[in-house]
């Protein structure tokens, strides 16, 4: 029993702390300008885009590789988006529509 | 589509036969505006739009990229598109990217022109379509786009190929920095440029076609519009440093009348090549915008109103600019924003030595300072009155300036107010916006004389439609 029990905790205190690891940041598109220009995550990690303008974005993420291309769409004033970032490297997002609208993530 | 092209077509036609003096004026102006409202009519209902091709490809209103929400000054937003080659888009397809706008407008002078304004028209008092134009504008290919304005005017009755900014641009980096770099292809100095402190976009954006106007202009203040083809290369590194290059050429005679341009008219003339460079600083932080530059072309012309008799004049134009831009809330596109700009240019014009009799008694240079300074305050994208003070100053010669004592000295000011009801998010009309604008131009001092000016004083009523097709 007290081999099960430590089993038992054990597990859930893994789920907790890989819970915990996978961290989301949220980043603003405010002034057709995104709220931080750079970010630094780690494999699993997410952000989430708010669209704090009120005119449609379109977030585009590329990379790690350069033949790796994410539309996100049309993110109407108000709306949110999440990207998770599941592989190692370097991307560039930008809004199609706004060329200011730019950062750079970095995923370790 | 085919539907909408037909109607643009009527639409052309009409203003083709248009002269719009009195009396038959109103009557065909009337028929104009039926014209526009229905085509307006036909265009449905969704957001209002800016040069409303480059509107619907993005999915932006006008305020977006215009102050005022209506072209040509614009926001940073607006020169962020620009500077990237008009590509920028909602990844939607939105077909041809074509748009259409007009301009009527109704202009009186406090001292009547003995004659008439222009051909066909009264000595005052004259309505008149002094534009009706269709663009191309937007993307060319994924990687290259392009505006492109053919225009017919009202008042010299003919049409012509318009402004044309055909464009290329990539972000990369350089010494660890962004960096956008584009090339260009354009028919006019200074329409390249993304900053309305320089001439091609400088205010006043709209005015009488039917007042005098001063004598006396830089070349780079247009004396080439249209008349000339160019390319050039530019570079915006570190969002700091702006810095262009161009090459132009002038067009030969047979070109300016493929493009509309009458060949021996007040304007310049060259067949030379000549170049043209453009260096800014520019500077964003929170709400507001900055930017302070400089810019100088040279060439060999004959100068247009004969005033040489036909001999070569060598012309170099150096001047400096600056614009300031403040928005209130940057995360709307209807906050009130302020905006001025400041030009100054510098034309030295030596004219070649000769033993011509014409010229015996002429001075062989002749220098010509220009500035103007304007500012604006829109209010919620929807009401902007601007203010501009302009002068011209240079040393006299009745010869070559033609004026009656010789001397080019102009100076005055221009009061405007303009109303643009839609263009914003909110906006009842898909792909149609309209501009009226009431304009009044006082002068101080026109061609030499500070007597008797305000007879070229007018008064501007102007009304301007943009939609896509």
Known sequence: MPIRLATATAFLIGIVVAAAAATTITVGQHGMLFTQSAASLAKGDRIVFTNEDDVIHNIHIFGPSNDDSTDLGLQKPGATLSYKFDKSGGYRIRCNIHPSVKMAVTVK | MRDKTTALRASIEVGSNFHCGWPVAVVLCGSGYSILLLLSA???????????????????????????????????????????????????????????????????????????????????????????????????????????????????????????????????????????????????????????????????????????????????????????????????????????????????????????????????????????????????WQSHHAEIGAFAMSANVIPGRNQTSGIGTRKTDTAFDATYQYISDPTKVTSDRLSAHATYIHETARTEASSTPALAQASLVHPLDTARVDISYSFAATVTPSIQYFRTTGTADVKYWGTPNGSPNSDGMIFEVAYVPWGKPDSPFANVNVRLTAQYVNYFTFNGSSTNTRGNNNFFFGFQTAMKL
């Open chain 2, 42 to 284: 036909a265009l449905g209902a969704r957001q209002a739009l800016a040069v409303p091709a480059f509107a619907a490809q993005t999915s932006q209103p006008c305020a977006t990229c215009h102050i005022g929400s209506f072209g040509p000054q614009l926001t940073p937003q607006g020169r962020d598109f620009k500077l990237h080659g008009y590509i920028a888009s909602d990844g939607k397809d939105h077909g041809l990217p074509v748009a259409a706008t007009t301009q009527t407008s109704f202009t009186h002078t406090e001292s009547s022109r003995r004659g008439g304004a222009a051909p066909d028209f009264r000595p005052n008092d004259n309505l008149a379509i002094d534009q009706v134009a269709a663009f191309y504008a937007g993307r060319i290919t994924p990687e290259v786009g392009g505006f492109i304005k053919l225009r017919y005017s009202g008042v010299r009755q003919q049409g012509q190929v318009g402004s044309v900014d055909i464009r290329h641009a990539r972000d990369g980096e350089l010494f660890g920095q962004g960096v956008l770099w584009g090339l260009t292809a354009n028919n006019s100095p200074t329409v390249q440029d993304p900053w309305n402190s320089t001439p091609a976009w400088g205010f006043p954006y709209v005015r009488s076609g039917l007042a005098s106007t001063p004598t006396a202009t830089p070349l780079v203040a247009g004396r080439l519009s249209q008349r000339v083809a160019g390319v050039g290369a530019y570079m915006l590194w570190n969002d700091l440093v702006y810095w262009e290059a161009d090459v132009y050429k002038g067009l030969n005679t047979e070109a300016l009348s493929w493009v509309g341009q009458v060949p021996f008219d007040g304007n310049d003339r060259t067949t030379t090549v000549m170049p043209y460079g453009r260096l800014a600083l520019i500077r964003d």
